[in-house]
T-cell receptor, first 115, second 110 residues
Framework: DAGVIQSPRHEVTEMGQEVTLRCKPISGHDYLFWYRQTMMRGLELLIYFNNNVPIDDSGMPEDRFSAKMPNASFSTLKIQPSEPRDSAVYFC?????????????FGAGSRLTVL | GESVGLHLPTLSVQEGDNSIINCAYSNSASDYFIWYKQESGKGPQFIIDIRSNMDKRQGQRVTVLLNKTVKHLSLQIAATQPGDSAVYFCAENYNNDMRFGAGTRLTVKP
């Protein structure tokens, strides 16, 4: 099992540019979560999906952020336009429904720097 | 200007000693708790979990204690090793909403 796969691992962009982060969850996992980690705020839940449907997006900072899950094996988090305060590590995590526990498996993260 | 960030609590222990990392959670309705370990440049990794109907659970070299009265979790690591150096997060779950604490940085001195 390759685990949760995120890309890119690192991205440096300029303010105003569009950023797209990608995630491939573990096969068979039907929950997918996007988290953001910063020194200021720690680990924050942005949005999560169940069976490709967004369930709770109350953590998404503002309209510049959007997330999609077109199928069970792929999700994107998009920031448009990006701002320096969006600089953070973005983690994707997944888990299986009905596993009897809520253990998330995290990807390695995408480190975003907006200049 | 100078940025103000989270000041992670730090625990420094000698190799071979036992470590105790503490966490206060916020939601008395949380029914499930997890400890994660995050090494530099990696995502958080599951260590051990406990449900709210338990007060203690043991794993290999790790023990989690839950005190619901004061909403407190602790993680005990026996015979701490250099490879245990990392940031440790507690997480509380209620209705699929998993919230993470600020984390504690554990440093193991050889």
């Amino acid at each position: 099992d390759a685990g949760v796969i995120q890309s890119p691992r690192h991205e440096v962009t300029e303010m105003g540019q569009e950023v797209t982060l990608r995630c491939k969850p573990i096969s068979g996992h039907d929950y997918l979560f996007w988290y953001r980690q910063t020194m200021m705020r720690g680990l924050e839940l942005l949005i999560y999906f169940n069976n490709n449907v967004p369930i709770d997006d109350s953590g998404m900072p503002e309209d510049r952020f959007s997330a999609k899950m077109p199928n069970a094996s792929f999700s994107t988090l998009k920031i448009q336009p990006s701002e320096p305060r969006d600089s953070a590590v973005y983690f994707c995590a997944s888990r299986r429904q009905g596993s009897g526990a809520n253990v998330l498996t995290f990807g390695a993260g995408s480190r975003l720097t907006v200049l | 200007g100078e940025s103000v960030g989270l000041h992670l609590p730090t625990l420094s222990v000698q190799e071979g000693d036992n470590s105790i990392i503490n966490c206060a959670y916020s939601n008395s309705a949380s029914d499930y708790f997890i400890w994660y370990k995050q090494e530099s440049g990696k995502g958080p990794q599951f260590i051990i979990d406990i449900r709210s109907n338990m007060d203690k659970r043991q794993g290999q070299r790790v023990t989690v204690l839950l005190n619901k009265t004061v909403k407190h979790l602790s993680l005990q690591i026996a015979a701490t090793q250099p490879g245990d150096s990392a940031v440790y997060f507690c997480a509380e779950n209620y209705n699929n909403d998993m919230r993470f604490g600020a984390g504690t940085r554990l440093t193991v001195k050889p």
